[in-house]
């Protein structure tokens, strides 16, 4: 059996339908109201990201410190390798 849907939930939200008659000096009020702590929020939001990024950045920093100093102990061991098997040599 088919039901008829109410007139009701038909309709959009009153948040995303135009206002098809001016704004009240009330309304205009609380509107900026609204976007001011959107905005506060906003640069607050961005200067999180901008601390994360330093940290991330401090990171890196300190990971390719690391992968120098790794790689200098690879070197290291390399040339070990080679002086032991030019003196292997030498005492055959």
Known sequence: MKTK???ASSKSSPSSTPISRPLTKTEL???KIVR???VVDLKKYLIKLKKNIAVFNEAITKEKTEIQRVQGM????QNDIKTANALKKLIK
């Open 5 to 7: 849907k109410s007139s």
């Open 36 to 38: 001011r702590y959107g």
């Open 29 to 31: 009020d609380n509107l």
């Open 74 to 77: 690879i070197k290291v061991l």
